[in-house]
């Protein structure tokens, strides 16, 4: 079965310090794998995806993800984390092999960055 | 995104009552989708569409019904709301890429709350 999990509902990291969201994936093949930021009030945002090619993708405002295939995941990263980066952030995967037309979403990961 | 709308932005209803959520998008796509989003479980996919005459069930959709009225409009009808339907509703759109490589692009969303 496909399946994307989000293991921390919450990530805390203070401003100026890196941060890390964590994702991993269950996907019988080769997966697509996307991520999303909620900010309050509003519908999912496109960060960034990984169909392809580099393993290191970069996305929008200085996101960055890692696909590593051996460990089944794909975590969101940033050098520098803003105040502004507080959001929910939601990975999600397509399996390409059995039905690419649906996403899995995972639960989501609240990230905090303080002053 | 301003070009995917959904309205209400917000309805209360209560139990028995019928209600139809509506969305719009102008980024001419021809995929759409619509979600529902409760808290700790991220988004499920409740139906999809690929084009007026392609409507398609998702993972949930049992309480739920779609009409595609025209490319740019996807409604969403509970027959009869109940309260575990209470959520975050999000239309979303993609292109037609046709092997799962699409990007989604999501409206503000529509919190409903059946009483």
């Known amino acids: 079965a496909q399946s994307v999990a989000q293991p921390e509902d919450q990530v805390n990291v203070a401003e100026g310090n890196p941060l890390t969201v964590k994702c991993t994936y269950s996907?019988?093949?080769?997966?697509?794998l996307f991520w999303y930021v909620q900010y309050p009030n509003r519908g999912l945002q496109f960060l960034l995806k990984?169909?392809?090619?580099?393993?290191l993708v970069k996305g929008s405002y200085g996101f960055e993800a890692e696909f590593n295939k051996s460990q089944t995941s794909f975590h969101l990263k940033k050098p520098s984390a803003l105040v502004s980066d507080s959001a929910l952030y939601f990975c999600?995967?397509?399996?390409?092999?059995?039905?690419?037309?649906?996403?899995?979403f995972g639960s989501g990961t609240k990230l905090n960055v303080k002053p | 995104d301003a070009d995917v709308t959904q309205t209400p932005r917000n309805r209360i209803t209560k139990t028995g009552k019928r209600i139809m959520l509506e969305c719009s998008q102008t980024?001419?796509?021809?995929?759409m989708y619509w979600y529902r989003q409760d808290p700790g479980l991220g988004l499920r996919l409740i139906y999809y569409?690929?084009?007026?005459?392609?409507?398609n069930k998702g993972e949930i959709s049992d309480g739920y019904s779609v009409s595609r009225q025209a490319q740019a409009k996807f409604s969403l009808s509970l027959e009869s709301a109940i309260p575990n339907q209470t959520a975050l509703y999000f239309c979303?759109?993609?292109?037609?890429?046709?092997?799962?490589?699409?990007?989604?692009?999501f409206g503000p969303g529509t919190r409903l709350t059946v009483l």
């Open positions: 999600a995967v397509r399996d390409p092999m059995h039905n690419f037309n649906k996403f899995y």
């Open positions: 979303a759109t993609s292109d037609d890429s046709g092997v799962g490589t699409d990007t989604q692009y």
């Open positions: 990984y169909i392809t090619g580099d393993n």
């Open positions: 569409s690929f084009d007026v005459k392609d409507i």
């Open positions: 980024k001419g796509h021809d995929r």
């Open positions: 996907v019988s093949g080769n997966p697509y």
